[in-house]
Every structure is written in C-alpha cells, then in structure tokens.
C-alpha cells in the first residue's frame, strides 16, 4: 500500500470500483445502510409523536403546542422533563446512534476488505434485524432478555466486520 505521492489505497479502491453500486457488497451495504438509517430517523418522528399523545412538552418555548392543544379542544398537557414513553423512544433512539452509525463506517471500512459477497449480506442482513427486533422488543415492550440478545447479535455483527478490517491495516 502507497500512502502519499502518487496514488494512495482509498484512490485505488475507488478507481476499480469497491466504491461503486457495481460491486455487489457495496450495494448490499448501500442498501441495508439506508434501511437502517431511515428506521433511525423513523425513531425521531415516533418520538414526536410520543410527545403529543402523551401531550409531554419538555420546554417552555413549547408553549404554543399547548395553546395548539387547548384551540383543539384537548387538554393541554404539561412541561416536564421526563415521560416513560416518551423517555422509552428516546432511549431506543440513542441505541440506535450509538449503533446505527459505527455499523455504517465500519461497513464502509470492511467493503474495502473485498469481503465475498454472502459473508458480507449475512453481516448486512444480521445487524438490520438485529435493529428492528430491538426497536420491537423496546417499543413493546418484550421481556428480557430479548432486547438485549438482539442488540448483542448486531454488535457482534459489527466486531465480526472490524476483524478482518484489523488484519488487512498495515502499518
């Protein structure tokens, strides 16, 4: 591997495609990446509207949901700072943040292993249900310890996909 000068790995891995929707792992990463982002971002509208069922404001500048609330003819709920199911989709949020991104850089990272294409859509296919049985299993809420051997089979995921990652490095 050349770093500097004239031509680097990342370059080389980008002109003969690893980073194109023309490799295979990389689309499959694509995809599953986009799958498991929008569920993230599906996290925060969930949360939204957590807070107006539950009718929980958490700031004073969210005094005109409450105005809102009363023109409708509902109650207008509170400003407080914590409600256990708007708390519970927050924290199913963060999990997902904490999760949701390191698989994707690390995805990223291993595609540049050249990884075979079923190994690398098991690791793939792994973390995304992975991710929305523990969204099922928070949500729910399902006993444990199913939230935490869902999230423990995605996080493994990603650990199987940075080990090949740590061996291919030279330096």
Same mark, same amino acid.
């Not at 990342?10 to 002109?15: D, G, P, Y």
């Not at 949360?47 to 929980?56: A, H, L, P, S």
């Given at each position: 591997?050349?770093?500097?000068?004239?031509g680097?790995?990342?370059?080389?891995?980008?002109?003969?495609?690893s980073?194109?929707?023309?490799?295979?792992v990389?689309?499959?990463?694509?995809?599953?990446?986009?799958?498991?982002?929008?569920?993230?971002?599906?996290?925060?509208?969930?949360?939204?509207?957590?807070?107006?069922?539950?009718?929980?404001?958490?700031?004073?500048?969210?005094?005109?949901?409450?105005? /809102?609330?009363?023109? &409708?003819g509902?109650? %207008?709920? #509170? $400003?407080?700072?914590?409600?256990? @199911?708007?708390?519970?989709?927050?924290?199913?949020?963060?999990?997902?943040?904490e999760?949701?991104?390191?698989?994707?850089?690390?995805?990223?990272?291993?595609?540049?292993?050249?990884?075979?294409?079923?190994?690398?859509?098991?690791?793939?296919?792994?973390?995304?249900?992975?991710?929305?049985?523990?969204?099922?299993?928070?949500?729910?809420?399902?006993?444990?310890?199913?939230?935490?051997?869902?999230? /423990?089979?995605?996080? &493994?995921?990603?650990? %199987?996909? #940075? $080990?090949?990652?740590?061996?291919? @490095?030279?330096?």
């Amino acid at each position: 591997m050349q770093y500097g000068g004239g031509g680097n790995a990342f370059s080389n891995l980008i002109s003969n495609g690893s980073y194109s929707f023309s490799n295979p792992v990389f689309a499959a990463l694509a995809s599953y990446s986009s799958m498991t982002l929008l569920k993230m971002l599906g996290m925060s509208t969930y949360t939204i509207i957590q807070r107006f069922r539950t009718r929980n404001f958490t700031t004073s500048e969210d005094d005109i949901y409450k105005q /809102l609330m009363n023109q &409708l003819g509902h109650s %207008s709920g #509170t $400003i407080k700072s914590k409600n256990d @199911i708007v708390e519970r989709v927050r924290n199913n949020h963060l999990n997902d943040l904490e999760n949701i991104i390191p698989f994707v850089l690390i995805g990223l990272f291993y595609v540049g292993t050249r990884p075979k294409f079923d190994c690398a859509l098991w690791h793939f296919r792994i973390f995304f249900l992975s991710r929305i049985l523990h969204t099922i299993a928070y949500q729910v809420p399902l006993p444990q310890p199913t939230r935490t051997i869902s999230w /423990l089979v995605g996080y &493994l995921s990603i650990i %199987s996909m #940075t $080990i090949p990652i740590l061996r291919s @490095i030279q330096i």
